[in-house]
């Protein structure tokens, strides 16, 4: 950058009508070669600043995910140590638990050796034997799976003709009640001497034979 003196005591040189072109012109140039660079120095320094102003932003929203980050931080360390005091207090709670178990223990421990008596058992523990274990272990198991029994399947099929069967039944039992029981007539001795058939009686009567009018004395009768 040229090195321009700007003040109201620069002096030119005079010519001949006025002052001098050439040094006039010549001061023109240097200014506006300054101003020229002035305004390129401007441009960068605006360039510069505004990768500044971005990078301060960006800063800015590190910073602020950094600070969440950190508040969320706290937060878990807060919940782990509730749960690392809960788990202090449950911890003694079973602490407590296990020296009052073996207070327990240690109590029926001096009492059976005080009454001097033995810890008797149910039942009592079978050994097995270590060979036989390893024996029943390696015995390969069979290839084929044993046979299944199958049951026996019951038909579903509907045997058609029962129902025929039952009403058939039925109703040769109903016949058999309604049909008549007869009976053979015991010979009747006539006056002669002679022994007369007069058929077959029917024993069972219906009632309605029976009942003759007043005026007709032939209604009832018995066939003989």
């Known amino acids: 950058m040229n090195d321009i003196v700007v003040s109201s005591e620069k002096q030119f040189g005079r010519a001949l009508f006025g002052l001098n072109r050439n040094e006039v012109y010549t001061y023109l140039n240097q200014v506006r070669s300054a101003y020229e660079e002035l305004q390129l120095q401007i441009q960068v320094l605006k360039e510069q600043n505004d990768k500044l102003s971005d990078s301060n932003r960006d800063n800015a929203l590190k910073l602020y995910n950094l600070q969440n980050d950190i508040t969320e931080a706290k937060r878990k360390v807060d919940r782990s140590n509730v749960e690392v ?9 079973l ?8 207070r327990r223990i240690q109590k029926l421990t001096d009492e059976l050796i005080k009454n001097g008596g033995e810890l008797k058992t149910d039942e009592p523990v079978k050994r097995e034997d270590p060979h036989s274990a390893a024996v029943k272990q390696e015995r390969p198991e069979p290839i084929f ?33 309604q049909e008549p029981v007869v009976q053979e007539a015991e010979p009747i001795t006539s006056e ?16 309605s034979m029976l009942i003759g009018n007043d005026d007709d004395e032939d209604e009832g009768f018995n066939f003989l």
Do not use: M, W
Request: charged share 50%.
């Open 85 to 93: 005091e809960s788990l202090k207090k449950e911890n003694r709670s």
């Open 95 to 102: 602490r407590q638990e296990l020296d009052a178990a073996e």
């Open 145 to 177: 799976a044993k046979p299944v029994q199958e049951e026996p399947k019951t038909s579903n099929i509907k045997d058609i003709f029962a129902d025929l069967r039952k009403e058939a039944a039925q109703e040769a039992a109903e016949e058999k009640k």
């Open 192 to 207: 002669d001497g002679e022994e007369v058939y007069a058929g077959e009686v029917e024993v069972k009567v219906d009632e």
